[in-house]
Structures are given as C-alpha cells and as structure tokens.
C-alpha cells in the first residue's frame, strides 16, 4: 500500500512521535509510507518523504488552510492516516479513503470551539475507520459524536530500552504546562526534601513553565530543570532513575509512563483521562488522586523507602508493556488500512 500519513504540524510533540514511530513499523512491512505535513520544524528529518504545505498564522484559518493546500498532495495514494480534523478534510477533498486517529478527546462546550467541533464531526461522518488510542478518547467520541472507533493504543519501541542500577533521583518528562501538574509536583518534592536530603529531581522538558521552575530550583537545590534532551540522553535517565512521576490533572494516553515501563521503571501517575489503561495500579506502578499533595508525597516515599517493591514493580511493568511493542500495534493498525481500503 501507499500511504500518506498526514497532520497539520511536524513538530517535537507526542503525535509526532506517534507518526513516525508507526511509520517506520509500516515500512519494514513492506509498505511506503510519505509523511504530509503543515509546517517541518524540526532539524531531525525522518526517512520518509516529506511534504511541507505551510499555513497561516491563526489557529482555525491554520487548520483550514492546511487543508485545502494538502488535498493536492494526496491524489496518488491508495489511504491517508489523518492525525487531526484538518488532515481528514483534506483527504475528503483529494476523495483519498482514509482513516482518523482520535489521539484527544475534548468536548468542545464553549462557543469558541463550536467550529473545531463541526469539523471534526465533518472528518469522522466519512472515515473509512475510526481509531482512538485508549477507551477515554472512544467513549467520548461516543457521547459526543455517536461513532465507534477501534481502539489502539500508542506504541513504545522496546528494543530501545534497557534497565540500569538505580540511582537516588526521581524523574519527570513532559511539557512543562500548568496540566501536568507541576506546581503539585514541586510542592509534593519540598515536602519530600524535609525528609530525605539525598534525593534528587530532575525535570526534563520544555513549555511555558519553565522560567518560573529554574526559579523554584534556585530555592531547592535538589531540584534540576534539564530543558529539552536527546531521546539517546532520555533514554539513559529512564534507566537510570528510581521511578518516573507524571502528576498530570489532564493527561490523554502518557507516552512517557509507557517509556519509563519500558526501561523496568516503577511509575506514579494520575487517574486523568486514558493512564489508568497503561498503569497498573499496585503492580506497576501507584495511581493518585489529581492535585492531591498529600497522596503524592506518600507514594514517592512508598517507593524511595522500598528498594526491592521498586525492584518488583519495575520487573512487573516491563512484562506489561510488552503488549505496546510497536510491531504489534502497527500490525494491527495496518489491518484498519486494509479493511478501509475494501469500504
């Protein structure tokens, strides 16, 4: 088959990991794979083909305008895998078959939003399938848009991933956005530090929160904001760590809690949207109350107390994640291609 895997941006965000990781899955199955895209931004160019259409600079007009410049570019394949609303309607216009892939799911109440939701009523009306990655995103594509989708979750690449001695440092990966919970994440830590001084945190990302927590790292000196790393670094502090936190208050899958299982990492997270889909509660990892303090800091000192239930729980969560391979999830994304195709 070929296939053009189509979004509106290409930038260093989780469905463009999503993209290319499944892109390159598709490709050692015999298929060809372009990549179409609104804007390329980033300086580590995939091995696919790549199409840059640009767009304009407002938010909905960027979208539409995605749209109609990208339906062009579509005429020749025999399926597109749209990642946005955007996306589907360009393939709509190119009259490509193609399949969306619900990565979020919001429900659009404010009358701000009211066009984002026709069209992406508009996109789902006439895929040919319907993919949303955990039954968080289904179920609300259900209520809100009484579709079915199939769900399929995202990947993580586990030959990537390796396990090394522990050290006395807690991990977090993510945006640094008010919505995963770091300010909870800071406040837990303070409380930790008052009775542990040999553990540290490092804070790996980038986002608009990251100038107010180089300043609350001045404070605590057993705080470090690493900024933006090299998936070789990341990889290397997965391993390295004692377990990953993400205490996100708004949190759809959570590539990373795959990531840091993949490197037989206990995790904490939060019961926010899809997590619970990807963390065992108890056996790989421990599962919170959203912007609760007090949970969190007990279970950071359950799992810094307890060396051998890190140890258990790590060993747990990489057996689980071996479901997530990216190998299996492309196979069965390649047989939601192949029915769209007979439709």
């Known amino acids: 088959m070929q296939i053009a895997q189509c979004?509106?941006?290409?930038?260093?965000?989780g469905?463009?990991?999503?993209?290319?990781?499944?892109?390159?899955?598709?490709?050692?199955?015999?298929?060809?794979?372009?990549?179409i895209a609104g804007g390329w931004l980033r300086k580590d160019a995939p091995m696919f083909p790549l199409k840059e259409t640009g767009y304009a600079n407002f938010p909905l007009l960027r979208k539409y305008s995605f749209a109609s410049k990208a339906s062009k570019y579509l005429k020749d394949f025999d399926l597109v895998h749209c990642h946005d609303w955007s996306s589907a309607l360009a393939a709509q216009e190119a009259e490509v078959p193609y399949v969306l892939t619900c990565h979020t799911f919001y429900p659009y109440k404010s009358w701000k939003n009211l066009l984002f939701k026709y069209f992406l009523k508009k996109a789902l009306s006439k895929a040919k399938g319907i993919i949303?990655?955990?039954?968080?995103?289904?179920?609300?594509?259900?209520?809100?848009?009484?579709?079915?989708?199939?769900?399929?979750?995202?990947?993580?690449?586990?030959?990537?991933?390796?396990?090394?001695k522990s050290e006395p440092f807690i991990l977090f990966v993510g945006r640094l956005s008010p919505e995963k919970g770091l300010r909870v994440l800071v406040k837990a830590f303070d409380a930790i530090c008052k009775k542990r001084n040999d553990v540290n945190l490092k804070i790996v990302g980038d986002g608009p929160l990251k100038l107010e927590l180089i300043e609350y790292s001045k404070k605590n000196p057993q705080i470090e904001i690493c900024g933006y790393i090299t998936k070789d670094e990341l990889r290397n502090l997965y391993s390295r760590c004692s377990f990953l936190v993400l205490p996100s208050v708004i949190e759809d899958f959570g590539v990373v809690l795959l990531e840091a299982?993949?490197?037989?990492?206990?995790?904490?997270?939060?019961?926010?949207?899809?997590?619970?889909?990807?963390v065992q509660h108890k056996r790989t990892g421990l599962l919170v109350k959203q912007g609760d303090v007090k949970e969190l800091v007990e279970a950071m000192l359950?799992?810094?107390?307890?060396?051998?239930?890190?140890?258990?729980m790590g060993a747990q969560a990489r057996s689980f994640v071996e479901q997530?391979?990216?190998?299996?999830?492309?196979s069965k994304i390649v047989k939601v291609y192949e029915e769209a195709i007979k439709r």
């Open 7 to 13: 979004y509106f941006r290409f930038l260093h965000g």
């Open 15 to 35: 469905i463009e990991e999503h993209i290319l990781n499944l892109s390159e899955e598709i490709k050692t199955q015999g298929h060809s794979v372009d990549l």
């Open 132 to 164: 949303a990655t955990n039954n968080f995103v289904k179920e609300g594509l259900n209520r809100e848009y009484n579709v079915e989708a199939e769900v399929i979750p995202n990947g993580v690449t586990l030959k990537e991933f390796y396990r090394s």
């Open 261 to 278: 299982q993949a490197s037989s990492k206990p995790v904490i997270s939060t019961n926010a949207g899809g997590i619970s889909e990807i």
């Open 302 to 312: 359950l799992l810094i107390n307890d060396e051998k239930l890190r140890e258990n």
């Open 324 to 330: 997530f391979d990216w190998g299996k999830i492309a």
